[in-house]
Each structure stands twice: as C-alpha cells, then as structure tokens.
C-alpha cells in the first residue's frame, strides 16, 4: 500500500471510531454543473434573503479561493434519521412540527466537535495544516459529498445517501495533505419525483431547482420578514423547517435511527398555546442548546402565531390575541392575521375597533385592513 493510501485508511478508520457514520475524500474543486447551478440560483433570486450566499459565491465555487494550501477535501457525514415517521407531528394541528434535525442537540456542536478530533489525530499522525468546517463557512458541502461518494444531490437539491437516506450531517475536513479521492456518488433517483410532489409550497420549479423563497425551511428559519400571506396556510404547524421532501425519499427505508441520542427529540411535539407565550427570556431557556435558539423570540412567535392561524381551533384564538400587543410588528402582524382565521366577523370587529386606530405599523395595519373579511378566503 502506497503512503498516499495508507493516510487515507488511516483517517478514514480514525473518522470512523470517532462516531462519523460516512468518510469520504474529494478533490478541492467542484463540477462544472455544481458551478454553474449556484450561478442561476443567486440570478434568479432563488436565495432570497440569504445575501451571504452571494457574497461569498466564488469561495463556494473553488476551495482553493477559500483556502490555497488544500489539496484534499475529506468530507465526513453523521447520520441524523429519527425514530419513527417524521412527518407524524403534522397530524397534530394544536401542537408544534420542528424539523427532525432541530429536536435534539444542535448538530454543530456535536459535529465540530468530532471534526476538531479527528483534525487532532490527523495532526497528531501527520503534522501538517488542515482547516475544519462545519455548514456556517462558504463550502459548497453537498456538491462536495457527491465528488467523496457520500451520496448524490437529489431532486429535492439535498444529499441523499444510499445507507442513510435524506439524513446526513455534513462537515469538511480541508488538508494540504494530497489524498487519492474516492469515485464521485452516481445519480439514483431514476423516475421518482416523489420529494417533488410533496412539497406543500410548491418550491421546486424543477427537479434539481430550489426556489428558497417558497420553501418552508427557508421562510420560518431563514426569512427575517413578514412571510407571504398566500404561504401561510400551507405551512400548517411547521413552525421551524420542513422534512416533507426528506421524508418522501424512498432511500430513507434503508436508513437506521442516529447512533447520536443527542440528536433525539428532548420532548414530545409542544402545544402552541405554550409556546407562543413564550417572552425573550423563556424562548432561549426552551431552545438553548438547539438549532431553533438561532431564529430569535420574534420570528419563532411569528411561526407559531401561523401555525395557530392554520390549527382551526377556535380555543387558541385568546392564545393569538395576547400577543396583539406584542412589542414586535412582525408577531403583532401575525397575531392579527391568526385571530382573524378563527373568530367570527363580530369578534374581530370587536378587537379591530379597540386596537386598529392605535397602530402604527403599516404591515400591522394592512393586517387589520384585512380582517373585515373572510379569513378562508384571503390567501
């Protein structure tokens, strides 16, 4: 075995009892169409508020622009597949559905901490430098997974992995160590469009093309403002993320439940009414440690008040109006459009009466413009 093989063994079986579910080693370069598809994405606008894909877009396209001594991309993954059916919290409209990957512990923190472990027995075998990555940096991780044979881009754009399904952790490990690279993941979606179909937002303008601005994952965890009022109903109770496209994936049959019990849900799906209570203080006390702290109080509330909205029980409507004071415009606007979908006329007269004169805020106000009319049929 050549010395350039033997280092590759050896990290990868170091990765491997480290707790990494999948290792694989790449190139510092990316494929022409990997290039050329985030090019039309960021032209068409399909990133939406996400600037920083843009800004740091030819970083993504090269790795060597990122970082000019690697010349070797070991890309780990780590399995996160739940525990029974992903989608069972949508059958529960008075209760909170988070992504299956923001109910436990927050993946960077578990991931860069086996990175950091692995670089140091990588360092401690083979002194040289190496930079580690974990989803915040401009590495393009899944067109990057493919050239390692970690698995492929499916037509949902995420990575989908013939062990593991939809449900891989991604993380880099960028070595100026040259490496062989393993043989690039070939495409095996075949006919199936079943991620395409499910998607309740319709946000794939084809297979293969994203438009985040009507993604669920994007608007409740990315989008700063006021979500569009003709997508709020079909968000129903996702109130952080969206697994509907994962979840479809007939890869996923394969896949075992994550090793990582960290990554598991804390509790059962949280009710609304609970949760949209919830001031500055006690929304990071609930979520500390978790993906969902990220969002801050505001958004999060503007969720849940939309998943109250689309619950159709008429019992939350007082749990929507106490936040129609709200000092946030954004939960304020969202307050009012939730009330409004389940009171009758007469009561949202009522309260627009008491409180529409006051506002100040336009969104807020366009939103009790609204209220004369019937909720089922706006949006």
Same mark, same amino acid.
């Given at each position: 075995?050549?010395?350039?093989? *033997?280092?590759?063994?050896?990290?990868? +079986?170091?990765?491997?009892?480290?707790?990494?579910?999948? $290792?694989?080693?790449?190139?510092?370069?990316?494929?022409?169409?990997?290039?050329?598809?985030?090019? #039309?994405?960021? +032209?068409?606008?399909?990133?939406? /508020?996400?600037?920083?894909?843009?800004?740091?877009?030819?970083?993504?396209?090269?790795?060597?622009? @990122?970082?000019?001594?690697?010349?070797?991309?070991?890309?780990?993954?780590?399995?996160?597949?739940?525990?029974? /059916?992903? @989608?069972?919290?949508?059958?529960?409209?008075?209760?909170?559905?988070?992504?299956?990957?923001?109910?436990?512990?927050?993946?960077?923190? $578990?991931?860069?901490?086996?990175?950091?472990?692995?670089?140091?027995?990588?360092?401690? *075998?083979?002194?040289?430098?190496?930079?580690?990555? &974990? *989803? !915040?940096?401009? &590495?393009?991780?899944?067109? @990057?997974?493919? =050239?390692?044979?970690?698995?492929?881009?499916?037509?949902?754009?995420?990575? $989908?992995?013939?062990?593991?399904?939809?449900?891989?952790?991604?993380?880099?490990?960028?070595? =100026?160590? #040259?490496?062989?690279?393993?043989?690039?993941?070939?495409?095996?979606?075949?006919?199936?469009?079943?991620?395409?179909?499910?998607?309740?937002?319709?946000?794939?303008?084809?297979?293969?093309?994203?438009?985040?601005?009507?993604?669920?994952?994007?608007? !409740?965890?990315?989008? #700063?403002?006021?979500?569009?009022?003709? @997508?709020?109903?079909?968000?129903?109770?996702?109130?952080?993320?969206?697994?509907?496209?994962?979840?479809?994936?007939?890869?996923?049959?394969?896949?075992? !439940?994550?090793?990582?019990?960290?990554?598991?849900?804390?509790?059962?799906?949280?009710?609304?009414?609970?949760?949209?209570?919830?001031?500055?203080?006690?929304?990071?006390?609930?979520?500390?440690?978790?993906? &969902?702290?990220? !969002?801050?109080?505001?958004?999060?509330?503007?969720?849940?008040?939309?998943?109250?909205?689309?619950?159709?029980?008429?019992?939350?409507?007082?749990?929507?109006?106490?936040?129609? /004071?709200?000092?946030?415009?954004? &939960?304020?606007?969202?307050?009012?459009?939730?009330?409004?979908?389940?009171?009758?006329?007469?009561?949202?007269?009522?309260?627009?009466?008491?409180?529409?004169?006051?506002?100040?805020?336009?969104?807020?106000?366009? #939103?009790?413009?609204?209220?004369?009319?019937?909720?089922?049929?706006?949006?």
């Amino acid at each position: 075995m050549s010395a350039s093989a *033997d280092a590759k063994a050896a990290i990868r +079986a170091a990765a491997l009892d480290i707790g990494f579910d999948a $290792v694989g080693f790449a190139r510092p370069e990316l494929a022409a169409d990997a290039r050329q598809h985030l090019a #039309e994405f960021l +032209a068409r606008g399909y990133h939406g /508020d996400m600037g920083w894909l843009a800004a740091r877009s030819a970083e993504r396209v090269s790795p060597k622009t @990122l970082w000019p001594e690697v010349k070797t991309v070991v890309v780990l993954g780590l399995n996160y597949a739940p525990d029974g /059916d992903a @989608l069972a919290g949508l059958a529960l409209p008075g209760h909170a559905n988070i992504s299956v990957y923001a109910r436990g512990r927050d993946y960077h923190d $578990v991931l860069k901490s086996r990175l950091k472990a692995l670089a140091r027995r990588i360092v401690a *075998d083979r002194p040289g430098a190496l930079k580690v990555f &974990v *989803d !915040t940096a401009p &590495v393009m991780e899944k067109p @990057l997974a493919m =050239s390692a044979g970690l698995g492929w881009q499916g037509k949902h754009t995420n990575l $989908v992995s013939r062990a593991y399904g939809s449900w891989l952790f991604l993380g880099e490990i960028y070595l =100026s160590l #040259e490496l062989p690279p393993d043989p690039p993941e070939a495409d095996h979606c075949g006919a199936c469009h079943a991620c395409l179909d499910i998607c309740p937002t319709q946000a794939f303008p084809a297979p293969y093309r994203l438009d985040a601005r009507r993604c669920i994952s994007y608007l !409740t965890i990315e989008h #700063e403002g006021h979500i569009p009022e003709a @997508l709020r109903p079909a968000i129903g109770n996702r109130i952080y993320g969206c697994d509907d496209c994962l979840a479809a994936c007939p890869w996923n049959k394969f896949a075992q !439940t994550a090793r990582e019990t960290r990554f598991a849900a804390r509790a059962a799906p949280p009710a609304l009414a609970e949760l949209v209570a919830l001031d500055d203080a006690g929304f990071r006390a609930r979520f500390a440690g978790t993906p &969902v702290k990220r !969002t801050g109080r505001d958004r999060f509330i503007r969720n849940v008040l939309i998943a109250i909205g689309n619950s159709g029980d008429a019992s939350l409507a007082p749990s929507a109006a106490a936040r129609l /004071d709200d000092p946030s415009p954004l &939960v304020r606007a969202m307050a009012v459009w939730a009330a409004a979908r389940l009171l009758g006329k007469a009561e949202r007269a009522r309260l627009g009466a008491a409180r529409a004169a006051a506002e100040r805020d336009p969104e807020v106000c366009a #939103e009790w413009a609204k209220t004369s009319q019937d909720p089922q049929q706006k949006g």
